[in-house]
């Protein structure tokens, strides 16, 4: 045996563990297990066909290699997308730090202050650039997100009488190509009329209900856009503004002119491009609409001791809540890249950010006048970072991509120029000779910088922005880093104990999948260079598809969505395709078990689909018979199923295949959520058990870290009638042959984060794959077995076995006075992060603790919870001063002087003895939800601020 294996070193439990787990199990065998947890009929007769696994120091060598296909030209295409320097102290602390990338999304707020004050800021951040009132903590990228303002505008719409009803949208035909596509993709199934136009031709009509511009336009031009606003507003027609983050610091706030929504990507705050992503789309609003932002929002509130602290607000909006109401099903955002670029911020403070921006725009200026003096014609009056050339393209393209110099060439009499924060003045006097050659002239030869204006006045930025003292204070490295390290220590990740949070798969996230994003030459390409240049990308891009087609047993993938959710809307979007290629307009009817993820819904109304819920029996599976009637009764216009395996009730229902060929009978699809896929991948697929249409969330079962709440990949693989319609790129030809239009900004997503999941399938291989399946039910129903006798399991299997995850009921608990939510806040005093809270079964936790985790840490877990069991037992409904309803218990409380509380503060903080060996203290008390909505904060005032108003 290779010890040095990878699957050694991802998987948890040693051999001899797994005997012993076995054993408690009252199995003989992991096979035996296996035979009593998965049905017989859905078992895959042969494994995977995937190549022999490598060592982690062959992948390396490999993914090196692979790198050096692909060509970083100097790049100049723009179009959303910039080279710029990600500081390395940045890289360094948060990037390629696990105790920032490997935590999950903020729900217990107690244990994250840390990413919630980063996120804050970066929320503070898009304020102040935009002029806003309101901004979130980041959505999937600028053409998502410019979607998303499309349907925050249309519904708001119906509470201006004036508007109801109407459904125009008007969209500047200066708006990025990619965008374009998106809205075009995101319109249609609501129901909105799309209408391109030139902004200084729009007549204002009372059709429209909203419009959306770009600033500055794709072709580099500023328009005025206040004029614009201005007219807009009096017609009562709301406008969005697609801007340039880094604009903005030279350019009037689109708030201060009033703009309704302003939207944008925040990549080239130090962000690589990553030929696509993943980056943090920002979404800023007016306090009006706070209820129907998108997204989430960080908030500041108030802890059980009246102390400052911050959490997630306004859940309600959210789909988990609103479900087939919800406008938005947006769930994983870009979390890490919004730490990121705040952090970025933080770094270079508005006096940086100016500098930056100025030299930008300076070298941008001193182009033009040398381009204009060497007789070419520049016709962008208003300008920023992009000239725009009238020439002829193809003798400058042909002769620019030979000196290595990527250019973006609208057209064959059109070529634009986009000048970065990397752009150095000998890069600027390599492109005048570029040019200088074209025109067969002597080149112009540039040795200063001088100080440019070339911004109209009326655009001009005169307000302040980055006041707040956190973005004036740590400029020095060792200020940063000092700084980083302690909102880092306030949250608790994977690098302190395990996350076993049900359906969401927190896994090892291992350094060497994680080590190829530092490298040049993957990070620092365009999404939209021409193929030539990206051969090592679309090598690892065409094996990851393949290596998931194979995964899931289906004919095809494609890597577009940027996350779980949105692949779900991709794929409905390619089953209702598929269905109006067969002339059946009319299919809208989409199933949806009760016990769904709440972006099952959310996603199908998105889609243009109408839900219609089918019942769960007792036993939590899906009632077949309800599901036959439905299916039935709706058969004339049935579109899809939609369903997850094995169940969200952590359950792998036998009768599946009896449902897909349910569906199948009455003409529609079906769509398997793939969120539960690390119960399948090497024993069972969703082909196999009669699915069209899957997606994959590689950020859960494909091993890309959470990042505190982003970035993901959701994938979907699809069968063979479903491949035509595979979403497409305006730019970069991808998808299928009758491909549905984008689906993300980017063609293949968020290519660079793709590497972590095809490294992680190249190390394992096939059989380690399977493996690691297998360990995750195993590890399951230890804790099931080991939680026997102090909690209920809700469901099981017909053989009474866990899937790879399960649900405690706690519902009982409710007679001693103690919720869910207590035994939640208890875990952080025991060191760790509770289970999912309330999905799918209010009242309950939902414990996966996958493959990864070790028998060790499985056994301190269990022990935790059995102790609050014993806790729970020992406290009555009538005195709620007891150290479940107190927990977390903070540092501050345990050292003060005096102590009343009726435990002792051993109890309180070191209730088992592994806890004194390595404390993790909640930074705040148990915070106060409830008055953070009602006194909505969403940016880095002090709260004294608002308490004395
Ligand atoms: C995580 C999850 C989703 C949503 O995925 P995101 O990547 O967060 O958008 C959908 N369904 C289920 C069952 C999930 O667990």
């Given at each position: 045996m290779n010890t040095n294996a990878f699957a050694l070193r991802h998987i948890g439990p040693r051999e001899d563990d797994q005997n012993l787990m076995l054993k408690t199990i009252g199995v003989d065998s992991l096979d035996q297990l296996i035979y009593e947890t998965i049905p017989d009929d859905i078992r895959l007769k042969n494994g995977l066909n995937l190549d022999e696994p490598m060592t982690e120091h062959e992948y390396l060598l490999h993914i090196h290699e692979l790198s050096k296909k692909n060509k970083a030209y100097k790049t100049y295409i723009g179009l959303g997308y910039h080279p710029t320097i990600l500081p390395a102290v940045i890289q360094r602390n948060i990037l390629e730090n696990p105790g920032w990338y490997t935590a999950y999304t903020p729900y217990q707020a107690e244990i994250a202050q840390g990413r919630l004050e980063a996120l804050l800021n970066f929320q503070t951040m898009v304020i102040d650039l935009t002029g806003m009132e309101i901004a979130n903590a980041s959505l999937l990228d600028e053409s998502t997100a410019a979607a998303e303002a499309m349907s925050l505008l249309f519904a708001v719409r119906e509470r201006d009488q004036k508007k109801a009803g109407v459904n125009k949208f008007f969209i500047s035909d200066n708006i990025l190509p990619q965008t374009l596509s998106l809205l075009q993709t995101r319109a249609n199934p609501i129901g909105i009329e799309l209408v391109v136009g030139k902004e200084d031709e729009?007549?204002?009509?009372?059709?429209?209900?909203g419009a959306i511009l770009q600033y500055p336009g794709k072709d580099g031009q500023i328009t005025d856009i206040k004029s614009f606003i201005s007219k807009a507003n009096d017609a009562r027609i709301k406008v969005a503004v697609a801007a340039d983050i880094l604009s903005l610091v030279k350019l009037e706030a689109p708030g201060k002119f009033g703009a309704d929504v302003v939207i944008g990507t925040t990549q080239r705050f130090g962000i690589p491009m990553g030929y696509g992503g993943p980056h943090a789309a920002y979404f800023a609003t007016k306090e009006a609409y706070k209820r129907d932002l998108p997204g989430r929002i960080i908030g500041v509130t108030k802890d059980a001791n009246g102390n400052r602290a911050l959490r997630m607000a306004l859940q309600t909006r959210e789909q988990h809540i609103k479900r087939d109401k919800a406008t938005s099903n947006i769930c994983t955002a870009q979390v890490l890249l919004a730490v990121m670029a705040s952090m970025y911020a933080v770094y270079h403070g508005p006096k940086g950010l100016k500098f930056i921006a100025n030299k930008v725009h300076n070298k941008t200026a001193l182009l033009a006048n040398a381009l204009e003096k060497l007789g070419y014609k520049q016709i962008n009056t208003s300008y920023f970072d992009t000239l725009q050339i009238k020439t002829k393209a193809k003798k400058i393209k042909k002769l620019a991509t030979e000196k290595k110099v990527n250019l973006f060439y609208p057209d064959s009499e059109t070529v634009t120029i986009s000048v970065n924060e990397t752009t150095a003045i000998r890069d600027i006097n390599y492109l005048i000779s570029v040019f200088a050659e074209a025109a067969k002239k002597e080149t112009i030869v540039i040795s200063t910088i001088l100080q440019a204006n070339n911004i109209d006045s009326t655009t001009q930025r005169t307000s302040d922005f980055l006041v707040e003292p956190v973005f004036n204070t740590y400029h020095s490295e060792t200020e940063l880093m000092r700084y980083i390290k302690s909102l880092e220590r306030k949250d608790l990740a994977l690098n302190h104990s395990m996350i076993s949070l049900g359906s969401c798969t927190m896994k090892l996230n291992a350094a060497s999948e994680m080590l190829p994003l530092s490298i040049f030459k993957w990070a620092n390409i365009h999404p939209f260079v021409p193929e030539k240049q990206a051969k090592g990308y679309l090598t690892v891009l065409k094996e990851l598809e393949d290596q998931l087609t194979e995964i899931t047993g289906f004919a095809a993938t494609s890597l577009q969505p940027n996350s779980g959710a949105q692949g779900e809307f991709a794929g409905l979007m390619v089953i209702k395709a598929y269905h109006e290629s067969r002339g059946d307009h009319h299919r809208n009817i989409c199933l949806i078990p009760s016990s769904a993820h709440g972006t099952n819904p959310a996603s199908a109304v998105m889609a243009g689909m109408k839900v219609v819920v089918t019942k769960s029996t007792d036993e939590g599976n899906i009632d077949v018979d309800d599901l036959r009637e439905k299916a039935e009764l709706h058969k004339d216009n049935l579109s899809c199923l939609m369903v997850t395996y094995p169940s969200t009730h952590g359950v792998y229902e036998s009768a599946i295949k009896e449902i897909t060929k349910i569906i199948h009978d009455n003409g529609g699809q079906v769509y398997m959520d793939?969120?539960?896929m690390n119960a399948q991948v090497g024993l069972t697929n969703p082909g196999n058990i009669g699915a069209d249409v899957c997606h994959l969330n590689l950020h859960k079962t494909f091993a890309i870290p959470h990042g505190g709440g982003g970035p993901g990949v959701g994938p979907i693989c699809v069968a063979k009638q479903l491949v035509p319609f595979l979403p497409g790129n305006p730019i970069i030809k991808t998808g299928g042959d009758q491909a549905i239009t984008?689906?993300?900004?980017?063609?293949?997503?968020?290519a660079l984060a793709c590497l972590i999941s095809y490294g992680y399938i190249k190390m394992l291989g096939a059989e380690g794959l399977t493996e690691s399946t297998k360990i995750a039910i195993l590890n399951a129903n230890y804790i099931k077995k080991r939680l026997e006798g102090s909690f209920d399991t809700l469901y099981s299997g017909e053989r009474g076995r866990a899937a790879h995850e399960m649900i405690v009921d706690c519902r009982p608990f409710k007679a001693n006075g103690i919720e869910v939510t207590d035994i939640a806040k208890r875990l952080m005093d025991y060191g760790f992060h509770a289970p999912t809270v309330s999905f799918p079964v209010a009242g309950t936790l939902m414990i996966e603790p996958t493959e990864s985790e070790s028998k060790a840490e499985i056994d301190r877990f269990c022990d935790a919870m059995i102790s609050i069991k014993k806790e729970i037992d020992s406290v009555s409904k009538d005195d709620e001063n007891n150290v479940l309803k107190n927990a977390p218990h903070t540092l501050e409380m345990i050292t003060a002087n005096e102590w009343y509380l009726p435990y002792s503060r051993e109890t309180a903080a070191f209730p088992l003895d592994y806890v004194k060996e390595n404390k993790f203290w909640p930074s705040v008390r148990r915070v106060d939800d409830a008055y953070g909505d009602r006194n909505l904060i969403c940016s880095c005032i002090p709260i004294e601020a608002y308490v004395e108003a």
């Open positions: 729009f007549n204002f009509s009372t059709e429209f209900f793939g969120a539960n984008a689906i993300s900004s980017a063609p293949f997503g968020s």
